[in-house]
């Protein structure tokens, strides 16, 4: 439909034909209003997450560039991450001004688009441009680059099957069958194409040539300088432009090219670069990488380097470098042509240059802006407040970036708050990367000043937690319980615990009634939910009792949620930090209220009274996240009167899943000083009363450990769970394993794998950009009186002594003691990996974990 027939048409006649279609869809467009666009724009947000890695290694396997795990984060953000930000934004409409994500739209569409997209993303450019332009109601047609056709189009081809399924007008999103020259230049010089998106393309330029009217908008070639003054935190400002510049391989246009020091600090930054993984060339390696990385006739970037790791890169100019290298470093004496290297280039190369005073510095920042052609972004890194604003007021950068990164891998951030830069193709001076200002004012060019941000945190509790023996009593003067939905298992339906809530129930001033809900599983399913709110629908209560074990307490919690906002649909779960930093607070009351309240009859169950649940689509077999703070109890009655009896077996493995849970907590990039004092508290007791709770199964023994798992439950309903959590659900899913279980043998691994000094990928959310995961494993340690003189040693000792635990409560700690067939298991490891991976959980690990990683850890617990 998008193509006409190309066996009797010239490219032009394609071309023709094509923006033929599009001007039909142009006029399709006036007829659908705002609700129908955010619609049709979510939808394919939706549909483009969900398929984020497998567009990731399709864009590596043909290009050979980049990092998967890096690709998959940019698709995700140029879907949903893009989709967030658009939400709210009015583009059927008078112009809005949106005074608390400061920028500003209009609302006309400018017409047909023509895009060329850079090969460096060719997934996460289709996504993002094809969405943003159903957003502004704009028919786009899309020319991708010779050498990643085959990704582009799987990309194209998704967004507008998406689009169209959910109500985009026929011929809204299409692309040329080639790219050949006559179709490059067929298109940009069509009458009818409103405006150009386009990168720095030699090919592309060609054509424009002859066109000084056309509407151009693009990137053009970046050259970002970061400037660490003598007063900066230089800890945290080395560890962000490693983050940033390491990110795909240097592929992200924005990232720092060249880091100018202050002369004070010059040799211990550059001593901290080394200690983090970054080799510093020789002068001889230094004229080795210049020959690579610029062809010396023409000094444009060689495109044969581009995307490729910093290992390769070092083999290829004739010289080897440490396997686990993240950047190479020269040492250049200036800025400009004599200077190949403080060009740009879209590789894990960081050119490194010592500034005497601060003015020289800004003078260097200023050089490094004028030799790219396009002033994008600089970034500083000073505590001092006075200096972040004179660095903002003289250089001319459309991108100010103040103590953080210059990239996260989001490429919607600028696009979307800032305006962006029109220009004819008779000067070619193009603005900011063609997305998502496309129905803003784009006669202006505005800067954008991002600074620091402060991350506003939330405590989230249960309502009441009640905690003694015979606290079930309460049940005799809750208020709302007329008609209580009784939330259980079948097998407690004969229980003690049901006649006695029943009773406690009968002695309310006023006749209860009651109805039980048992279609409860292991885990939450989908399946169960509609079938809980079928029966909610049916018995109106104003309570639910939820008693019973965890997937029980979770089952209840979801039924409530969905019932109270049944306009709420799934998300997929995914690693999107944007997700993993939002507080889950309530934008709006629900319009039917039911109280809940929860009894939990094992000590796992008690960890269940947060606001987060896993949920299982038994019929897309995925497992999905939620995090809200209506998912909170108003009531958890915590008697060990309640108690199921459990074998010393399942009681160990509870214990494991506790102790896992709060210690995850208690490394996450989101803990705080309240979820702390909750997760050690709970490893502390599990630490002291978990054997004997094997051995001697008393009553004062359950209830510590019912307080540890509660407490484990708040502390990580806010720090939130991290890469165990993940793991376990993606083994537990393709083994006969319980959660328990799989927590339990990952356990010692996960606190190896985070308690490193130098992670291969930083965490984004980590507090002050530093990671702290192996001093706060070593916290724990000096906690539970084992040896920790070091962080490493507090690791070890905090490893053997979880393995001593395990081993004296005669637990496996390794698959094969499952009766699990080596072949079978390494057969999938890959599957599993990829399934953690796409996990919510993954974002909020101390270390952001590459795929390859999480197969390690699932080989090394065989």
């Given at each position: 439909?998008?193509?006409?027939d190309?066996s009797?048409?010239t490219?032009?006649?394609?071309?023709?034909?094509?923006?033929?279609q599009?001007?039909?869809a142009?006029?399709?467009?006036?007829?659908i209003?705002?609700?129908?666009?955010?619609?049709?724009?979510h939808?394919?947000?939706?549909v483009?997450?969900s398929?984020?890695l497998?567009?990731?290694k399709?864009?590596?396997?043909?290009?050979?560039?980049?990092?998967?795990?890096?690709?998959s984060?940019?698709?995700?953000?140029?879907?949903?991450?893009?989709?967030q930000k658009l939400?709210?934004i009015?583009?059927v409409?008078?112009?809005?001004d949106?005074e608390?994500?400061?920028?500003?739209?209009?609302?006309?569409?400018?017409?047909?688009?023509?895009?060329?997209?850079?090969?460096e993303?060719p997934?996460?450019?289709?996504?993002?441009?094809?969405i943003?332009?159903?957003?502004?109601?704009?028919?786009?047609?899309?020319?991708f680059?010779?050498?990643?056709q085959?990704?582009?189009?799987?990309a194209?081809?998704?967004?507008?099957?998406?689009?169209?399924?959910?109500?985009?007008?026929?011929y809204?999103i299409q692309w040329?069958?080639?790219g050949?020259?006559?179709?490059?230049?067929?298109?940009?010089?069509h009458?009818?194409?409103?405006?150009?998106l386009?990168?720095?393309n030699?090919?592309?330029?060609?054509?424009?040539?002859?066109?000084?009217?056309t509407?151009i908008l693009g990137?053009?070639?970046?050259?970002?300088?970061?400037?660490?003054?003598r007063?900066a935190?230089i800890?945290?400002?080395?560890?962000d432009?490693?983050?940033?510049?390491h990110?795909?391989n240097?592929?992200?246009?924005?990232?720092?090219?060249?880091?100018?020091?202050?002369?004070?600090?010059?040799?211990?930054?550059?001593?901290?670069?080394?200690?983090k993984?970054c080799?510093?060339?020789?002068?001889?390696e230094?004229?080795?990488?210049?020959?690579?990385?610029?062809?010396?006739?023409?000094?444009?970037?060689?495109?044969?380097?581009?995307?490729?790791?910093a290992?390769?890169?070092?083999?290829?100019?004739?010289?080897?470098?440490?396997?686990?290298?993240?950047?190479?470093?020269?040492?250049?004496?200036?800025?400009?042509?004599s200077?190949?290297?403080?060009?740009?280039?879209?590789?894990?190369?960081l050119?490194?240059?010592?500034?005497?005073?601060?003015?020289?510095?800004?003078c260097?920042?200023e050089?490094?802006?004028?030799?790219g052609?396009?002033s994008?972004?600089?970034v500083?890194?000073?505590r001092?407040?006075?200096?972040?604003?004179?660095f903002?007021?003289?250089?001319r950068a459309?991108?100010?970036?103040?103590?953080?990164?210059?990239?996260?891998?989001?490429l919607?951030?600028l696009?979307v708050?800032?305006?962006n830069?029109?220009?004819?193709?008779?000067?070619?001076?193009?603005?900011?990367?063609?997305?998502?200002?496309?129905?803003m004012?784009?006669?202006l060019?505005?800067?954008?000043?991002?600074k620091?941000?402060?991350r506003?945190?939330?405590?989230?509790?249960?309502?009441?937690?009640l905690?003694?023996?015979?606290?079930?009593?309460?049940?005799?003067?809750?208020p709302?319980?007329?008609?209580?939905l009784?939330?259980?298992?079948k097998?407690?339906l004969?229980?003690?615990?049901?006649?006695?809530?029943?009773?406690h129930?009968?002695?309310?001033?006023?006749?209860?009634?009651t109805?039980?809900?048992?279609?409860?599983?292991?885990?939450?399913?989908?399946?169960?939910?509609?079938?809980?709110?079928?029966?909610?629908?049916?018995?109106?209560?104003?309570a639910i009792?939820?008693?019973?074990?965890?997937?029980?307490?979770?089952?209840?919690?979801?039924?409530?949620?969905?019932y109270q906002?049944p306009?709420?649909?799934l998300p997929y779960s995914?690693?999107?930090?944007?997700?993993?930093?939002?507080s889950g607070?309530?934008?709006?009351?629900p319009?039917?209220?039911?109280?809940l309240?929860a009894?939990?009859t094992?000590?796992?169950?008690?960890?269940k009274i947060n606001?987060?649940?896993?949920?299982?689509?038994?019929?897309?077999?995925?497992?999905?996240?939620?995090?809200s703070c209506?998912?909170l109890?108003?009531t958890?009655?915590?008697?060990?009167?309640?108690?199921?009896?459990?074998?010393?077996?399942e009681?160990?493995?509870?214990?494991?899943?506790?102790?896992?849970?709060?210690?995850?907590?208690?490394?996450?990039p989101l803990?705080?000083?309240?979820s702390?004092?909750?997760?050690?508290?709970?490893?502390?007791?599990?630490?002291?009363?978990?054997?004997m709770?094997?051995?001697?199964?008393?009553?004062?023994?359950?209830?510590?450990?019912y307080?540890?798992?509660?407490?484990?439950?708040?502390?990580?309903?806010?720090a939130?769970?991290?890469?165990?959590?993940?793991?376990?659900?993606?083994?537990?899913?393709?083994?006969?394993?319980t959660?328990?279980?799989?927590?339990?043998?990952?356990?010692?691994s996960?606190?190896?794998?985070?308690?490193v000094?130098d992670?291969?990928?930083f965490n984004?959310?980590?507090?002050?950009?530093?990671?702290i995961?192996?001093e706060r494993?070593?916290?724990?340690?000096?906690?539970?009186?084992?040896?920790?003189k070091?962080?490493?040693q507090?690791v070890?000792?905090?490893?053997?002594?979880?393995s001593r635990?395990?081993?004296?409560?005669?637990?496996?700690?390794?698959i094969r003691e499952?009766?699990?067939?080596?072949?079978?298991?390494?057969?999938?490891?890959?599957?599993?990996?990829?399934?953690?991976?796409?996990d919510?959980?993954t974002t909020?690990?101390?270390?952001?974990?590459?795929?390859s990683?999480?197969?390690?850890i699932?080989?090394?617990?065989?």
């Amino acid at each position: 439909m998008f193509q006409p027939d190309s066996s009797n048409l010239t490219d032009a006649e394609q071309v023709d034909e094509i923006i033929f279609q599009a001007m039909s869809a142009q006029d399709a467009y006036l007829q659908i209003n705002q609700q129908s666009i955010d619609r049709i724009v979510h939808f394919m947000a939706e549909v483009g997450e969900s398929q984020h890695l497998a567009l990731a290694k399709l864009a590596v396997k043909e290009s050979a560039r980049g990092i998967v795990e890096d690709k998959s984060v940019t698709n995700i953000f140029a879907s949903n991450g893009l989709d967030q930000k658009l939400r709210n934004i009015h583009s059927v409409g008078p112009l809005e001004d949106n005074e608390i994500n400061k920028y500003q739209i209009i609302t006309e569409p400018v017409g047909t688009l023509a895009s060329f997209p850079s090969p460096e993303h060719p997934t996460a450019n289709v996504l993002f441009q094809a969405i943003i332009s159903v957003k502004t109601r704009n028919p786009i047609v899309f020319c991708f680059h010779p050498s990643v056709q085959s990704s582009s189009k799987a990309a194209a081809n998704l967004m507008q099957q998406a689009a169209q399924d959910a109500g985009a007008p026929p011929y809204a999103i299409q692309w040329l069958p080639s790219g050949s020259e006559s179709s490059i230049n067929a298109l940009a010089s069509h009458p009818d194409i409103s405006l150009i998106l386009m990168d720095e393309n030699a090919s592309v330029l060609s054509a424009l040539q002859s066109l000084p009217n056309t509407p151009i908008l693009g990137n053009g070639q970046i050259n970002t300088p970061c400037f660490i003054h003598r007063s900066a935190d230089i800890e945290q400002a080395v560890t962000d432009v490693i983050a940033s510049r390491h990110f795909d391989n240097g592929l992200i246009p924005s990232s720092e090219q060249t880091l100018i020091i202050s002369r004070e600090i010059y040799f211990q930054t550059v001593d901290l670069l080394m200690q983090k993984s970054c080799h510093l060339a020789s002068e001889q390696e230094k004229t080795q990488l210049e020959e690579l990385l610029f062809d010396q006739e023409t000094g444009l970037p060689n495109s044969d380097c581009t995307g490729m790791d910093a290992v390769v890169i070092a083999k290829m100019a004739g010289f080897t470098v440490p396997p686990h290298t993240k950047l190479l470093l020269t040492e250049i004496g200036g800025i400009g042509p004599s200077y190949p290297l403080s060009g740009s280039n879209a590789a894990p190369v960081l050119s490194i240059l010592a500034a005497e005073s601060w003015y020289e510095g800004l003078c260097f920042c200023e050089a490094v802006l004028e030799f790219g052609s396009t002033s994008h972004t600089a970034v500083l890194h000073a505590r001092d407040t006075d200096l972040c604003d004179e660095f903002s007021t003289r250089l001319r950068a459309s991108h100010i970036v103040l103590n953080q990164p210059a990239t996260d891998g989001d490429l919607c951030r600028l696009l979307v708050i800032s305006g962006n830069s029109v220009t004819s193709a008779e000067d070619r001076q193009v603005g900011n990367p063609a997305t998502a200002g496309l129905s803003m004012d784009m006669l202006l060019r505005r800067k954008l000043l991002q600074k620091q941000n402060t991350r506003i945190r939330e405590w989230k509790t249960p309502g009441n937690v009640l905690f003694a023996k015979g606290c079930s009593n309460h049940l005799r003067t809750l208020p709302e319980v007329a008609r209580t939905l009784i939330v259980t298992e079948k097998e407690l339906l004969e229980s003690d615990h049901i006649d006695a809530v029943l009773n406690h129930l009968s002695d309310q001033k006023y006749p209860v009634k009651t109805e039980f809900f048992c279609k409860t599983n292991r885990v939450v399913t989908v399946s169960s939910i509609e079938e809980g709110i079928q029966c909610m629908n049916r018995f109106r209560p104003t309570a639910i009792l939820a008693i019973g074990n965890g997937a029980t307490i979770d089952t209840a919690k979801a039924i409530r949620y969905f019932y109270q906002r049944p306009d709420n649909s799934l998300p997929y779960s995914s690693p999107n930090p944007e997700h993993a930093n939002s507080s889950g607070s309530l934008s709006n009351p629900p319009q039917r209220r039911v109280s809940l309240i929860a009894m939990p009859t094992t000590p796992r169950a008690g960890f269940k009274i947060n606001a987060l649940i896993t949920i299982f689509d038994n019929r897309l077999e995925k497992r999905q996240n939620i995090h809200s703070c209506e998912l909170l109890p108003d009531t958890t009655l915590i008697d060990p009167d309640f108690s199921t009896p459990l074998s010393a077996k399942e009681m160990a493995i509870t214990g494991m899943t506790i102790l896992s849970h709060a210690l995850e907590a208690y490394v996450s990039p989101l803990a705080s000083d309240y979820s702390d004092s909750m997760a050690i508290k709970a490893i502390l007791i599990i630490f002291d009363y978990l054997p004997m709770a094997v051995t001697r199964n008393q009553i004062s023994t359950r209830e510590k450990l019912y307080n540890a798992a509660t407490m484990a439950g708040m502390a990580t309903g806010n720090a939130k769970p991290g890469l165990a959590h993940a793991m376990a659900h993606s083994l537990s899913s393709a083994f006969n394993l319980t959660h328990g279980q799989a927590h339990s043998l990952l356990l010692p691994s996960i606190v190896r794998y985070n308690g490193v000094e130098d992670p291969s990928r930083f965490n984004p959310l980590m507090p002050g950009s530093r990671y702290i995961a192996h001093e706060r494993y070593q916290e724990i340690a000096k906690s539970l009186g084992l040896a920790c003189k070091s962080p490493e040693q507090g690791v070890d000792s905090l490893v053997k002594a979880i393995s001593r635990m395990q081993r004296e409560l005669h637990l496996p700690c390794t698959i094969r003691e499952y009766n699990i067939s080596q072949k079978e298991y390494l057969g999938i490891t890959e599957q599993m990996a990829e399934q953690a991976f796409t996990d919510h959980s993954t974002t909020t690990n101390p270390r952001l974990p590459l795929i390859s990683e999480i197969i390690d850890i699932f080989d090394d617990i065989y």
